[in-house]
Antibody, heavy 122, light 110 residues
Framework: EGQLVESGGDVVLPGGSLRLSCAAS????????MHWVRQAPGKGLEWLSV????????YYADSVKGRFTTSRDDSKTSLYLQMKSLRPEDTALYYC???????????????WGQGTMVTVSS | QSALTQPPSVSGSPGQSVTISCTGT?????????VAWYQQTPGTAPKLMIY???NRASGVPDRFSGSKSGNTASLTISGLQAEDEAEYYC??????????FGTGTKVTVL
């Protein structure tokens, strides 16, 4: 079935940086694209980023483009989100999610982690 | 990348049917058969319910169904049950690998 476990969330000052990790298990990690999605407290889901199965392609939402970078390490079956120039509006629970089909970017997210909380506050 | 529009809330009594709409544009919902629906209960991660507009995810009861007409997708819950009370989100693939979520709909079982 597969499992995703996020980590790295913390309290950070505005303008600061943070790196989130997402450890994958139970599926062939390098066959699947992966996403980051966030949810501000009491708010809806916001798509942030996708990375292809081979790591060659990434796309970002306008709200994080130029500030966030998604990468993956297939040897560690891990996904990362490097965040810089953080703003109070980046405060949210950050989820990683797996794309349902192999070697595609255009499919649903079938496995989600439990999320890791990022708080940007002075 | 404006969020897809969903009604804030819908409600129904046990056994009734409810339908949640998800309205976008020809650049997202209307342009691709890559609409999915997720169920989220408080304190938990979203769960995939419907993918590619009409396909139920593994283990999802057949009282959940999806459809699309033009720029609007819909999720119907037939035979509403107490455990269906949750927040529901649609999402659509957009060109160039990006996605957009809906605003979310709270389903209340009366």
């Amino acid at each position: 079935e597969g499992q995703l476990v996020e980590s790295g969330g913390d309290v950070v000052l505005p303008g600061g940086s943070l790196r989130l990790s997402c450890a994958a298990s139970g599926f062939t990690f390098n066959d699947y694209g992966m996403h980051w999605v966030r949810q501000a407290p009491g708010k809806g889901l916001e798509w942030l980023s996708v990375i292809s199965w081979d790591g060659d392609t990434t796309y970002y939402a306008d709200s994080v483009k130029g500030r966030f970078t998604t990468s993956r390490d297939d040897s560690k079956t891990s996904l990362y989100l490097q965040m810089k120039s953080l703003r109070p509006e980046d405060t949210a629970l950050y989820y990683c999610a797996k794309i349902k089909q192999k070697v595609t970017l255009g499919d649903a997210f079938d496995i989600w982690g439990q999320g890791t909380m990022v708080t940007v506050s002075s | 990348q404006s969020a897809l529009t969903q009604p804030p809330s819908v409600s129904g009594s046990p056994g009734q049917s409810v339908t949640i709409s998800c309205t976008g544009t020809s650049s997202d919902v209307g342009g691709y058969n890559r609409v999915a629906w997720y169920q989220q209960t408080p304190g938990t991660a979203p769960k995939l319910m419907i993918y590619e507009v009409t396909n139920r995810a593994s283990g999802v009861p057949d009282r959940f169904s999806g459809s699309k007409s033009g720029n609007t997708a819909s999720l119907t819950i037939s035979g509403l049950q107490a455990e269906d009370e949750a927040e529901y989100y649609c999402t659509s693939y957009i060109s160039s690998g990006t996605y957009v979520f809906g605003t979310g709909t709270k389903v209340t079982v009366l």
